[in-house]
Protein backbone atom coordinates (compact mmCIF):
# COMPACT_ATOMS: atom_id res chain seq x y z
CA UNK A 1 0.00 0.00 0.00
CA UNK A 2 3.10 1.98 0.78
CA UNK A 3 4.51 1.64 -2.28
CA UNK A 4 1.58 2.14 -4.18
CA UNK A 5 0.50 5.66 -2.56
CA UNK A 6 4.57 6.20 -3.38
CA UNK A 7 3.89 5.62 -6.83
CA UNK A 8 1.06 7.34 -7.07
CA UNK A 9 2.36 10.66 -5.62
CA UNK A 10 5.37 10.39 -8.12
CA UNK A 11 2.86 10.27 -10.75
CA UNK A 12 1.00 12.86 -9.76
CA UNK A 13 4.47 15.19 -9.18
CA UNK A 14 5.24 14.15 -12.87
CA UNK A 15 1.73 15.00 -14.16
CA UNK A 16 2.13 18.57 -12.11
CA UNK A 17 5.88 19.31 -13.87
CA UNK A 18 4.53 18.25 -17.22
CA UNK A 19 1.68 20.85 -16.65
CA UNK A 20 3.66 23.58 -15.18
CA UNK A 21 6.29 22.75 -17.93
CA UNK A 22 3.31 23.04 -20.97
CA UNK A 23 1.54 26.31 -19.07
CA UNK A 24 5.02 28.23 -18.76
CA UNK A 25 5.67 27.54 -22.63
CA UNK A 26 2.23 28.71 -23.83
CA UNK A 27 2.44 31.75 -21.55
CA UNK A 28 5.52 32.86 -22.65
CA UNK A 29 4.75 33.11 -26.53
CA UNK A 30 3.26 36.43 -26.93
CA UNK A 31 1.45 37.77 -29.74
CA UNK A 32 1.18 41.73 -30.27
CA UNK A 33 -0.51 43.66 -32.79
CA UNK A 34 -1.77 46.65 -33.90
CA UNK A 35 -1.90 48.93 -37.04
CA UNK A 36 0.23 51.42 -38.12
CA UNK A 37 0.66 54.45 -35.66
CA UNK A 38 3.60 56.35 -36.53
CA UNK A 39 6.45 56.37 -33.83
CA UNK A 40 4.37 53.99 -31.68
CA UNK A 41 4.22 51.16 -33.75
CA UNK A 42 5.55 50.63 -37.17
CA UNK A 43 7.33 48.19 -40.28
CA UNK A 44 10.12 49.42 -41.66
CA UNK A 45 10.63 47.83 -45.08
CA UNK A 46 13.15 45.49 -44.08
CA UNK A 47 10.17 43.85 -42.08
CA UNK A 48 11.90 45.54 -38.70
CA UNK A 49 9.03 46.25 -36.11
CA UNK A 50 9.58 49.78 -34.81
CA UNK A 51 8.32 52.37 -32.45
CA UNK A 52 7.49 53.28 -28.88
CA UNK A 53 5.35 50.55 -28.34
CA UNK A 54 6.95 47.84 -29.87
CA UNK A 55 10.32 48.76 -27.96
CA UNK A 56 8.72 48.81 -24.44
CA UNK A 57 7.32 45.26 -25.15
CA UNK A 58 10.21 43.97 -26.05
CA UNK A 59 11.46 45.20 -22.95
CA UNK A 60 8.96 43.57 -20.55
CA UNK A 61 8.67 40.39 -22.61
CA UNK A 62 12.64 40.39 -22.05
CA UNK A 63 12.69 41.02 -18.45
CA UNK A 64 9.81 38.03 -17.86
CA UNK A 65 11.37 36.18 -19.86
CA UNK A 66 8.65 35.94 -22.72
CA UNK A 67 9.33 35.70 -26.58
CA UNK A 68 7.18 38.26 -28.33
CA UNK A 69 6.28 38.52 -32.26
CA UNK A 70 4.35 41.47 -33.89
CA UNK A 71 2.34 41.36 -36.72
CA UNK A 72 0.64 44.75 -38.09
CA UNK A 73 -3.22 44.34 -39.43
CA UNK A 74 -5.90 47.02 -39.98
CA UNK A 75 -7.00 48.26 -36.92
CA UNK A 76 -10.29 46.90 -36.83
CA UNK A 77 -9.15 43.23 -37.22
CA UNK A 78 -6.40 43.80 -34.70
CA UNK A 79 -9.12 44.93 -31.86
CA UNK A 80 -10.68 41.55 -33.04
CA UNK A 81 -7.91 39.52 -32.33
CA UNK A 82 -7.04 40.54 -29.04
CA UNK A 83 -10.93 40.68 -28.13
CA UNK A 84 -11.37 36.70 -29.35
CA UNK A 85 -7.95 35.95 -27.69
CA UNK A 86 -6.22 35.34 -30.71
CA UNK A 87 -3.53 37.57 -30.04
CA UNK A 88 -2.60 38.82 -26.22
CA UNK A 89 -1.67 42.63 -26.67
CA UNK A 90 -3.24 45.59 -28.26
CA UNK A 91 -0.79 47.87 -29.34
CA UNK A 92 -1.85 52.07 -28.71
CA UNK A 93 -5.82 52.11 -28.39
CA UNK A 94 -7.18 54.99 -26.50
CA UNK A 95 -9.42 53.54 -23.59
CA UNK A 96 -13.22 54.04 -23.56
CA UNK A 97 -16.17 52.22 -21.43
CA UNK A 98 -16.77 50.13 -24.65
CA UNK A 99 -13.03 49.09 -25.01
CA UNK A 100 -12.72 48.63 -20.96
CA UNK A 101 -15.51 45.88 -21.48
CA UNK A 102 -13.36 44.07 -24.25
CA UNK A 103 -9.66 44.58 -23.36
CA UNK A 104 -7.67 44.37 -20.34
CA UNK A 105 -6.07 48.02 -20.09
CA UNK A 106 -2.42 48.11 -18.84
CA UNK A 107 -2.55 50.80 -15.41
CA UNK A 108 -1.03 53.31 -17.18
CA UNK A 109 -0.87 54.98 -20.36
CA UNK A 110 2.10 54.78 -22.59
CA UNK A 111 1.81 57.80 -24.99
CA UNK A 112 -0.78 61.27 -25.17
CA UNK A 113 -2.12 62.11 -28.38
CA UNK A 114 -3.62 65.44 -29.41
CA UNK A 115 -6.89 65.47 -31.57
CA UNK A 116 -7.16 68.28 -33.64
CA UNK A 117 -8.52 69.69 -37.10
CA UNK A 118 -7.03 70.18 -40.43
CA UNK A 119 -8.21 72.04 -43.01
CA UNK A 120 -7.04 72.98 -46.87
CA UNK A 121 -4.22 75.47 -46.93
CA UNK A 122 -5.62 78.87 -48.20
CA UNK A 123 -9.25 78.08 -46.60
CA UNK A 124 -10.76 80.29 -44.15
CA UNK A 125 -12.89 77.82 -42.59
CA UNK A 126 -12.58 77.90 -38.61
CA UNK A 127 -13.63 75.89 -35.57
CA UNK A 128 -15.00 78.21 -32.51
CA UNK A 129 -14.34 74.38 -29.62
CA UNK A 130 -18.21 74.33 -29.91
CA UNK A 131 -18.91 70.29 -31.36
CA UNK A 132 -22.36 71.32 -31.79
CA UNK A 133 -21.23 73.60 -34.68
CA UNK A 134 -19.23 71.21 -36.62
CA UNK A 135 -21.10 70.43 -40.17
CA UNK A 136 -21.14 66.53 -40.40
CA UNK A 137 -21.37 66.29 -44.08
CA UNK A 138 -18.52 68.41 -44.37
CA UNK A 139 -16.84 66.81 -41.51
CA UNK A 140 -14.27 63.26 -42.13
CA UNK A 141 -13.29 61.06 -39.31
CA UNK A 142 -11.08 58.13 -39.29
CA UNK A 143 -12.86 54.64 -39.16
CA UNK A 144 -12.03 53.18 -35.79
CA UNK A 145 -10.92 55.86 -33.85
CA UNK A 146 -12.42 57.64 -30.79
CA UNK A 147 -12.23 61.05 -30.32
CA UNK A 148 -12.94 62.02 -26.50
CA UNK A 149 -15.76 62.14 -24.68
CA UNK A 150 -17.09 65.08 -26.32
CA UNK A 151 -16.98 64.11 -29.67
CA UNK A 152 -18.32 60.47 -29.07
CA UNK A 153 -21.02 61.93 -27.01
CA UNK A 154 -22.52 63.54 -30.51
CA UNK A 155 -20.76 61.60 -33.11
CA UNK A 156 -24.39 59.93 -34.00
CA UNK A 157 -25.90 64.02 -33.85
CA UNK A 158 -22.63 64.92 -36.10
CA UNK A 159 -23.21 62.39 -38.49
CA UNK A 160 -19.52 62.45 -40.12
CA UNK A 161 -18.32 61.27 -42.94
CA UNK A 162 -16.06 58.16 -42.16
CA UNK A 163 -12.74 57.34 -44.09
CA UNK A 164 -11.49 54.02 -43.42
CA UNK A 165 -7.75 54.86 -43.06
CA UNK A 166 -5.75 58.20 -42.30
CA UNK A 167 -4.48 58.04 -45.53
CA UNK A 168 -7.62 58.53 -47.46
CA UNK A 169 -9.41 60.98 -45.34
CA UNK A 170 -6.29 62.91 -45.87
CA UNK A 171 -6.95 62.44 -49.57
CA UNK A 172 -10.76 62.94 -49.34
CA UNK A 173 -9.53 66.21 -47.66
CA UNK A 174 -7.33 67.28 -50.63
CA UNK A 175 -10.20 66.17 -53.70
CA UNK A 176 -12.91 68.52 -51.62
CA UNK A 177 -15.20 65.90 -50.81
CA UNK A 178 -14.92 66.63 -46.49
CA UNK A 179 -13.75 70.33 -44.99
CA UNK A 180 -12.49 68.85 -42.33
CA UNK A 181 -10.62 66.21 -41.22
CA UNK A 182 -10.48 65.25 -37.30
CA UNK A 183 -7.66 63.23 -36.65
CA UNK A 184 -4.38 63.47 -34.12
CA UNK A 185 -1.12 65.07 -34.61
CA UNK A 186 1.49 62.37 -34.36
CA UNK A 187 0.05 60.26 -37.07
CA UNK A 188 -1.26 63.48 -39.72
CA UNK A 189 1.71 65.05 -39.28
CA UNK A 190 4.40 61.89 -40.24
CA UNK A 191 1.46 60.99 -42.82
CA UNK A 192 1.56 64.21 -44.53
CA UNK A 193 4.98 64.01 -44.40
CA UNK A 194 5.33 60.79 -46.26
CA UNK A 195 2.44 61.69 -48.98
CA UNK A 196 4.46 64.79 -49.38
CA UNK A 197 1.05 66.77 -49.07
CA UNK A 198 2.55 68.78 -45.68
CA UNK A 199 2.34 72.68 -47.28
CA UNK A 200 -1.12 71.81 -48.31
CA UNK A 201 -2.96 70.92 -45.20
CA UNK A 202 -3.01 72.78 -41.86
CA UNK A 203 -4.06 72.09 -38.20
CA UNK A 204 -6.57 74.44 -36.56
CA UNK A 205 -6.78 74.98 -33.13
CA UNK A 206 -8.67 74.83 -30.64
CA UNK A 207 -7.75 71.27 -30.28
CA UNK A 208 -10.54 68.80 -30.27
CA UNK A 209 -8.94 66.97 -26.85
CA UNK A 210 -6.32 64.71 -26.20
CA UNK A 211 -6.20 61.14 -25.77
CA UNK A 212 -4.20 58.53 -24.12
CA UNK A 213 -2.97 55.24 -25.68
CA UNK A 214 -2.48 51.93 -23.95
CA UNK A 215 -1.51 48.43 -24.11
CA UNK A 216 -4.14 46.27 -23.74
CA UNK A 217 -4.79 42.81 -23.05
CA UNK A 218 -7.21 39.82 -23.69
CA UNK A 219 -9.71 39.12 -21.05
CA UNK A 220 -9.02 35.59 -20.22
CA UNK A 221 -6.90 34.45 -16.90
CA UNK A 222 -3.28 34.27 -18.57
CA UNK A 223 -3.63 38.02 -20.31
CA UNK A 224 -4.76 39.06 -16.80
CA UNK A 225 -1.20 37.70 -15.14
CA UNK A 226 0.60 39.26 -17.93
CA UNK A 227 -0.98 42.64 -18.23
CA UNK A 228 -0.18 42.05 -13.89
CA UNK A 229 3.24 41.01 -14.67
CA UNK A 230 3.93 43.62 -17.04
CA UNK A 231 2.63 46.74 -15.21
CA UNK A 232 5.04 46.44 -12.67
CA UNK A 233 7.97 45.72 -15.32
CA UNK A 234 6.88 49.11 -16.59
CA UNK A 235 6.64 50.83 -13.50
CA UNK A 236 10.46 49.81 -13.02
CA UNK A 237 10.84 51.25 -17.17
CA UNK A 238 9.63 54.53 -16.09
CA UNK A 239 10.64 55.08 -12.72
CA UNK A 240 14.22 54.19 -13.97
CA UNK A 241 14.59 57.51 -16.87
CA UNK A 242 14.75 54.70 -19.21
CA UNK A 243 10.98 55.20 -20.82
CA UNK A 244 11.69 58.84 -20.95
CA UNK A 245 14.42 58.18 -23.03
CA UNK A 246 12.70 55.73 -25.61
CA UNK A 247 9.94 58.30 -26.18
CA UNK A 248 12.67 61.02 -26.66
CA UNK A 249 14.50 59.89 -29.02
CA UNK A 250 11.22 58.83 -31.22
CA UNK A 251 9.16 62.28 -30.72
CA UNK A 252 6.40 60.77 -28.82
CA UNK A 253 4.87 62.94 -26.01
CA UNK A 254 4.24 60.79 -22.84
CA UNK A 255 1.66 61.37 -20.63
CA UNK A 256 2.53 62.82 -16.79
Same mark, same amino acid.
Given at each position: @????????? *????????????????? $?????????? *?? /?? *??????? +? *? &???? $??????????? !????????????? $??? @?? +??????????? %??? $??? +??????????? %???? #??????? !???????? /????????????????? %?????????? &?????????????? /?????????????? #??????? @?????????????????? #?????????? /?????????? %????? +????? !?????????????????
Amino acid at each position: @MLRQKTICS *FSFAIFALFALLAGSVQ $AGQILAVGTE *FA /NV *FERTPNG +E *F &TGLG $ADIIRVLARQN !GDEVKFEIYPWAR $AQW @MV +EHEQAQILIGP %YKT $AER +EAKYGFAKRAF %YRDI #MALYIRK !GSDLSWDG /NYASLPGPKLGVINGWV %YGPQFESLRA &TIKPVIANTLTNGL /NMLLAKRVDFLATN #MRNTEAT @MKTLGISNELQMIEPFMD #MQDGYLAYCK /NTACEQLRLR %YDEWY +EQLRD !GGALQLMARRLGVRLPP
